[in-house]
């Protein structure tokens, strides 16, 4: 996503307009949903999608059409085969779709996407604002530290997934950019190493913590946002797990596992997974157990972690993990 902002502002720096397509909402089988985004330029697609297919081909001759006439607008899709209407595709969905306009004459849409390319870079929660009317698409922007850019919503509508709502004649669009939700993977082994790479592109920050400096290098981890060199039993020390936040539990031993887990136990971390046998999770169980922690404390720990398809090497574990990942954030 950031990478679509980047290119839309480097665009109007060098006088270029462009149309950014946005999906506000959908429903049914839709292949893609509210949030995604393609940048159109007057040669077509700069980067980004809305779903492939019928679709994106259609968004993008109207994102050409808007850019010629210096108009932003809204289109409903509907992907239903047996439609009058329908696109030809067999999804069986709609999507509504927004096209906004922006030229480089208007500065405070660079204003906009300078603090928010901030604020994604600094890793700080903020929201892109939309305000369309008849005539006119106005951009705006929210964050802690910038307050509203643009224009002003009630903080209520800044929530965890993109919404729409209306005042009136005027067609409002929330959606968070950037969250300040971090992955923290506690050991740098090989399922570390080749889990880092996977949740990258899926809009992860991930902070790989180790006692063991040898591992925690640009060569083993050169996606990862951050690298800590810590004591495994002094979690406390060098980091703050809060409940935005997500941690993975595999050290290189199950004594440094159970020493993590009692520590993370005791945060409000949205998710905590633990590598490990099913073996292994019965005896951390009856441990935490003895050690203090009550059954719903323990019930907390997604052990073992990962979704269930059947992956044995590091690189199959990872996508098993990255999905419980992206499933859990889906939820949240």
């Known amino acids: 996503m950031k990478e679509i902002f980047e290119k839309l502002l480097a665009n109007l720096k060098k006088q270029q307009p462009a149309v950014l397509v946005t999906v506000l909402s959908s429903s049914g089988s839709a292949p893609r949903g509210a949030g995604a985004h393609m940048l159109v330029g007057t040669t077509g697609t700069i980067c980004g999608t809305v779903g492939g297919g019928r679709a994106e081909y259609e968004s993008e001759k109207l994102a050409k059409t808007h850019l010629k006439q210096h108009t932003s607008g809204i289109k409903d899709f509907n992907l239903a085969p047996n439609d009058i209407e329908d696109l030809g595709m067999i999804c069986g969905g709609r999507i509504k779709v927004i096209f906004t306009y922006f030229s ?28 369309l009317t008849a005539a006119t698409m106005v951009l705006g922007f929210y964050s802690q530290a910038s307050g509203f850019v643009g224009f002003e919503v009630a903080k209520e509508k800044l929530t965890a997934k993109p919404q729409t709502w209306q005042i009136e004649q005027q067609l409002f669009y929330s959606e968070p950019v950037s969250q300040n939700s971090k992955v923290y993977l506690f050991g740098g082994g090989h399922v570390s190493q080749a889990l880092v790479p996977v949740l990258k592109p899926l809009n992860f920050y991930t902070v790989v913590y180790d006692d063991r400096a040898k591992f925690l290098t640009a060569d083993y981890f050169p996606t990862a946002d951050d690298l800590i060199v810590g004591d495994l039993t002094q979690l406390a020390q060098k980091i703050t797990v809060t409940a935005a936040d997500y941690a993975i539990v595999m050290t290189r ?13 005791k945060t409000p971390a949205f998710y905590i997974g633990v590598i490990g046998s099913h073996h292994k999770t019965a005896v951390h169980r009856r ?38 990942l992206v499933q859990r954030r889906a939820q949240k």
């Open 104 to 131: 480089p004459e208007v500065k405070m849409n660079q204003t906009v996407l300078q603090q928010l390319l901030q604020t994604m870079t600094a890793h700080q929660s903020g929201w892109l604002l939309f305000k």
């Open 253 to 265: 031993g199950h004594q440094s596992d159970f020493d993590v887990e009692r520590q993370l136990l």
């Open 287 to 324: 441990d935490l157990k003895v050690a203090g922690f009550s059954t719903s404390d323990i019930d907390r720990l997604n052990m073992p972690i990962g979704l269930k398809i059947g992956a044995e090497t590091p690189a199959e574990i990872a996508i098993s993990i990255a999905g419980q």
